[in-house]
């Protein structure tokens, strides 16, 4: 029971937060240039705190920044090819051909 209380008030949550910001700008006929400025974050802000933590933490939650770490490799040649090409599948294959690559290095 305590477990779906939980639930229902992270929907509730979740729930008031999207329509008090529809509320807010949909009275407004534009969105102000200050809130489109900050927004533009949220994108890049969320990736990086799903993607970081999977590249430098280990299983038992150890922080591992390090050479030995295939995973930060991996994600770091992926980050150049992004950068370099904006493509996301030649960032997708050469990070995964990156990881498999450093895995079979002993």
């Known amino acids: 029971m305590e477990l779906w209380l939980v639930v229902f008030a ?5 729930y008031l937060l999207r329509v ?3 509320t ?12 489109k400025r900050v927004l533009a974050f ?4 969320v990736l990086a ?6 590249l430098v933490l280990y299983g038992d939650g150890g922080l591992s920044v390090s050479l030995g ?3 930060l490799l991996a994600g770091l040649v992926a980050a150049a090819v992004a950068w370099k090409t ?8 050469v990070g995964m051909l990156a ?3 450093l895995s079979l290095v002993p």
């Open 49 to 54: 705190a799903l993607v970081l933590p999977e």
């Open 86 to 93: 904006e493509d996301m599948l030649a960032t997708v294959v």
């Open 99 to 101: 990881l498999y690559a």
């Open 10 to 14: 992270a929907a509730f949550g979740t």
């Open 69 to 71: 770490n295939d995973r």
């Open 20 to 22: 008090s910001f529809v």
């Open 42 to 45: 949220v994108p890049p802000a």
């Open 24 to 35: 807010l700008l949909g009275r407004a006929d534009e969105v102000p240039a200050r809130v």
